[in-house]
C-alpha cells in the first residue's frame, strides 16, 4: 500500500510541476488557441489522479489502523504493570531496575476537524478535535509503553513522563517515558 501511495505522490507531483511550469507559460504563449495539447491533459490527469490514489490508500491504511488500534493488541491493556510519577512507592521497595521504557506515537486529525477547530479557535473554547486526539494519543503511547516494561518483566513503571513535539501542521507526537522497575512483594 505504501508503495501505491508513493507512486500517487509522484504522480502529484510530476503533474503539478508539468502543469505549473509548462502548462501556465504554454497557455500564456498560445492563448488565442484554445486547444489543450495531450501533455497538459496527461499532466492534469496525473495531478488529479495522483490526488485520488494518495486520499484512498491512506483512507484504506486508516481503516486498517482504526481496526488494529479497536482490536485487543492496542486497546486498553490489563494494568499489570503499576504507573507511578514519582521515584518512590509507599509500602513496596525497589528490587531492581530494568531500564527506560518508551512509547511514543504521532496523531494529526482529519481536515475537517482541523478547520472545526480553527472555527472554534475564532471563537472561544475549548478546542475538543485537539483535546481528543492528544487524548488518544497519550493513551497509545501509555500502552505502548506499558506493553514494552511487561515484555520485560517489571512490576511498575516509575517516574512516568510524557513529552510532546509539534510535527508539521495539526499533526503532533506524543512521547511517554519511564523507568521499568521491579519490586518487592
Not at 124 to 137: P, V
Not at 153 to 160: C, L
Request: glycine share 10%; net charge negative.
Amino acid at each position: 500500500m505504501k508503495i501505491v501511495r508513493q507512486i500517487g505522490s509522484l504522480a502529484f507531483v510530476v503533474g503539478l510541476f508539468t502543469v505549473v511550469f509548462a502548462g501556465v507559460p504554454w497557455h500564456v504563449l498560445t492563448a488565442d488557441d484554445p486547444v489543450v495539447p495531450w501533455w497538459l491533459r496527461i499532466a492534469v490527469f496525473c495531478l488529479l489522479g495522483g490526488i485520488l490514489v494518495v486520499l484512498v490508500t491512506v483512507a484504506l491504511e486508516q481503516r486498517k489502523f482504526k481496526t488494529l488500534v479497536e482490536g485487543p493488541v492496542l486497546g486498553e491493556p490489563e494494568r499489570t504493570v503499576l504507573l507511578m510519577n514519582s521515584t518512590e512507592l509507599p509500602g513496596r521497595e525497589i528490587t531492581e531496575i530494568l531500564g527506560l521504557v518508551q512509547g511514543h506515537t504521532v496523531f494529526a486529525i482529519w481536515l475537517g476537524k482541523d478547520l472545526s477547530a480553527l472555527i472554534r479557535l475564532i471563537l472561544g473554547g475549548e478546542l475538543t478535535e485537539y483535546t481528543e486526539m492528544m487524548g488518544r494519543a497519550r493513551s497509545t503511547a501509555t500502552n505502548r509503553m506499558s506493553a514494552q516494561a511487561a515484555e520485560m518483566g517489571a512490576d511498575a513503571i516509575i517516574n512516568v513522563r510524557y513529552m510532546t513535539t509539534s510535527v508539521v501542521g495539526s499533526a503532533a507526537e506524543l512521547f511517554a517515558y519511564g523507568t521499568a522497575v521491579k519490586l518487592s512483594e
